[in-house]
């Protein structure tokens, strides 16, 4: 079976460090591409993150280009308090990664991502784990995108739980609505990976210091980096179990959907701003009758995903 090419759109936090590690290691991806995204931190940060994480991986080959800045209503973006708390000022725990002499790219990534939809089609597979502004922009720039794209595996939403910024709206969702409610009507082959399943996947400072034995220097560093958001897990009382495996999860699936069960929905996402559930991600009832173009991801094999990536983790930082 030939490789998918992946691009990941990441705001780079803390687990979306792991998403690139496992995708980087995962013998059916060729990883062609980052889009910078706001979210976790500015774009400027979490583009420098992806680049110095690339090259901490080996794997400075991999192109990063920046994309949206903002929202697809506001004009600027500031980082929430508590994305700093959880993924640290600098986005990825306030580890120090050594800087990569690296730049971004000129391509905008919001071209980037039309022109691999023309050119790889159904063997593209695309990643969002921030907001879903860039994909919105690339279909109101090529509407084309939405049926060109092989699959769309998002980490965001929340179906059958509640929200982690809302008791209705995740965290992503929540940054650009407007922009997600275009991606849910216009995307086809859309599988949504939310809190439903990804608060299932727990990681503890057992996995990370299994990480850190092996004696790399990328294992160190990925390990501290992880500490710190199990750390902000346990001090914020979100899990004192251990931190979630959002954004790994989501790559997991589009490569091995067999981690998740499903459910074919076509979804909406409320943006009126009087209801009280602005940025919720629900059936959509005017579509309940259409052809089914999504799915929702609501049971995951927690136990086997989270060995399965234990194991490539440790590959990977080897």
């Not at 583009?47 to 929202?71: E, I, K, M, R, W």
């Not at 991606?183 to 299932?200: C, E, N, S």
Request: aromatic share 6%; glycine share 8%; net charge negative.
């Amino acid at each position: 079976m030939p490789k998918v090419k992946m691009i990941l759109d990441l705001d780079t936090g803390v687990d979306d460090a792991l998403a690139l590690a496992y995708a980087v290691g995962h013998e059916d991806i060729d990883l062609i591409g980052i889009i910078a995204s706001y979210g976790n931190n500015l774009t400027s940060v979490t583009a420098q993150n992806s680049l110095d994480l690339l090259d901490l991986l080996g794997q400075n080959d991999v192109p990063v280009f920046y994309g949206a800045t903002h929202s697809t209503t506001t004009d600027d973006f500031t980082v929430m308090e508590v994305s700093k708390t959880i993924h640290g000022q600098n986005g990825v725990g306030d580890v120090l990664v050594p800087k990569s002499k690296r730049a971004v790219s000129e391509q905008s990534g919001v071209d980037f991502l039309i022109e691999a939809a023309h050119k790889y089609q159904d063997e593209l597979v695309y990643l969002p784990t921030g907001p879903l502004t860039n994909l919105a922009l690339a279909l109101e720039k090529d509407p084309e995108v939405g049926k060109l794209i092989g699959q769309t595996t998002l980490m965001g939403g929340a179906l059958t739980v509640p929200g982690n910024v809302t008791p209705f709206t995740e965290a992503n969702i929540n940054q650009d609505p407007e922009a997600a409610d275009i991606v849910f009507h216009q995307q086809d082959k859309l599988t949504m990976v939310g809190l439903d399943v990804t608060l299932r996947t727990l990681l503890t400072k057992q996995h990370t210091a299994e990480w850190r034995n092996l004696g790399t220097t990328q294992g160190k560093l990925y390990a501290d980096i992880m500490d710190y958001y199990i750390d902000a897990y346990y001090n914020l009382d979100i899990d004192k179990r251990g931190a979630a495996l959002h954004d790994p999860l989501a790559v997991a699936v589009a490569v091995q959907p067999g981690y998740v069960d499903t459910m074919p929905l076509n979804m909406k996402v409320t943006t009126d701003k009087k209801t009280g559930d602005y940025g919720r991600t629900i059936g959509d009832t005017d579509q309940l009758l259409d052809p089914c173009h999504s799915q929702a991801a609501i049971l995951v094999d927690q136990e086997r995903f989270v060995s399965d990536f234990q194991n490539m983790m440790k590959k990977v930082l080897a």
